[in-house]
């Protein structure tokens, strides 16, 4: 059989692919509510430390300015990595109640969208898809 690689029909599927995961993220990211009570707060023996996450990026700071190595500069990105660590776990998503049929729908568009994006990215470049597509 004669492999040829139609330009053209993987640029037509790299854009339905482009347009379903779009379409399916779209549809995705409408049927979830993200709800956050405190971002920055956390509880130690029982009490509410609302704002104590800042401290480690105070220090962190004044002794960036003190002494400017690396050291300094890892200690500062660690705060700000415990930050967004702190707003990530305070996050609740809840999925809203849809029919199976809409949520089939979006899964479909989202993966199948991907999918097709996985299939013309990383096609060899002699255009096969495959062991034997």
Not at 31 to 45: D, G, K
Not at 65 to 91: D, E, P, Q
């Amino acid at each position: 059989m004669d492999y040829k690689r139609n330009d053209g029909n993987d640029v037509v599927m790299f854009f339905v692919g482009l347009v379903m995961t779009v379409v399916g993220g779209y549809m995705f990211m409408q049927n979830v509510e993200v709800y956050a009570p405190s971002m920055f707060s956390f509880r130690l023996f029982g009490r509410s430390m609302d704002g104590v996450i800042f401290i480690p990026l105070i220090a962190s700071i004044i002794f960036l300015f003190y002494r400017y190595n690396w050291v300094s500069k890892t200690c500062c990105g660690l705060s700000v990595a415990l930050i967004i660590v702190n707003v990530i776990l305070n996050t609740h998503l809840y999925w809203k109640s849809t029919s199976m049929f809409a949520t089939l729908v979006i899964f479909v568009l989202l993966f199948g969208g991907v999918g097709l994006l996985a299939k013309v990215l990383f096609a060899n470049p002699s255009g096969r898809h495959g062991k034997k597509y």
